[in-house]
């Protein structure tokens, strides 16, 4: 009977905690730890990084070998239902709701050893797509710009303008965060897509990574899968000293 009584209470401090941590106003989308979740790209290699741009957990979402020019590089859409569907449709039906807290946050990493031309500008855009509000974007030179070799990466002012956000959080590595519902956001539906685009003057390559991709907001709530899981398994300990107290 203690020990039952002993699992009941650490299993309700536990799934307490949890709570607390669901209620921290953050919902990951993605962090690229079991593969690339789905994301492809039109004109570069993209591949899990255990070295670069790592922010969350063991594994970062690597812009290989990225040449100079305009390119569409890489994107995913989601459709109907998973976390990363979940979060997306969070965020957009928090929007709706009139919140203009709501967020999207990610980790920005760069590696330029094997450019040449130094310096020479380079850019990051980004895109947003969905269901009920359509395409929305910050194109090549309204989101992160710069001289690589120089000020890479730097917000633009029309950036800066709309209350982004760049934190530096090291060496070669940034946080941003984008407030949604001024020039780039989402609508609730059953059709989500993100994408960056790239555009740049360098000669040779360069590597660039994205990590710990996020939604927020003071009423996103979402828990970690990883505390997910360990809610279902908490539970079933739950039912199991109920049944052994009959």
Same mark, same amino acid.
Request: hydrophobic share 35%; net charge negative.
């Given at each position: 009977m203690r020990k039952t009584r002993l699992l009941l209470s650490l299993s309700a401090v536990a799934l307490a905690a949890m709570a607390a941590t669901a209620q921290a106003g953050s919902a990951l989308i993605y962090s690229w730890e079991g593969g690339l979740d789905g994301w492809t790209a039109a004109n570069a290699t993209l591949a899990n990084s255990s070295t670069l741009g790592v922010t969350n957990g063991s594994s970062s979402l690597l812009i290989d070998n990225l040449t100079g020019g305009f390119k569409n590089d890489a994107g995913v859409s989601t459709v109907g239902s998973g976390p990363a569907f979940n979060a997306w449709n969070q965020a957009a039906t928090r929007l709706f709701a009139g919140d203009t807290d709501v967020k999207l946050e990610f980790d920005f990493s760069y590696d330029h050893a094997n450019a040449t031309?130094?310096?020479?500008? *380079? /850019?990051?855009?980004?895109? &947003?797509?969905? $269901?009920? @509000? +359509?395409?929305?974007?910050?194109?090549?030179?309204?989101?992160?710009?710069?001289?690589? *070799? /120089?000020?890479?990466?730097? &917000?633009?002012? $029309?950036? @800066? +303008?709309?209350?982004?956000?760049l934190t530096s959080l090291g060496p070669n590595t940034v946080h941003i965060a984008i407030p949604l519902g001024v020039r780039v956001g989402v609508g609730p539906g059953t059709f989500y897509q993100i994408g960056f685009k790239t555009n740049g003057g360098w000669g040779g390559t360069v590597d660039w990574a994205v990590d710990n991709m996020r939604v927020t907001g003071a009423n996103i709530v979402a828990p970690e899968p990883a505390s997910a899981t360990l809610a279902g398994l908490l539970g079933v300990g739950l039912i199991v000293a109920a049944r052994r107290r009959r």
């Open positions: 031309n130094l310096p020479a500008f *380079g /850019q990051l855009a980004l895109f &947003l797509n969905s $269901t009920s @509000v +359509g395409f929305t974007q910050y194109g090549t030179g309204q989101l992160i710009g710069g001289n690589l *070799g /120089q000020d890479f990466p730097r &917000l633009d002012p $029309t950036a @800066v +303008g709309d209350g982004v956000t």
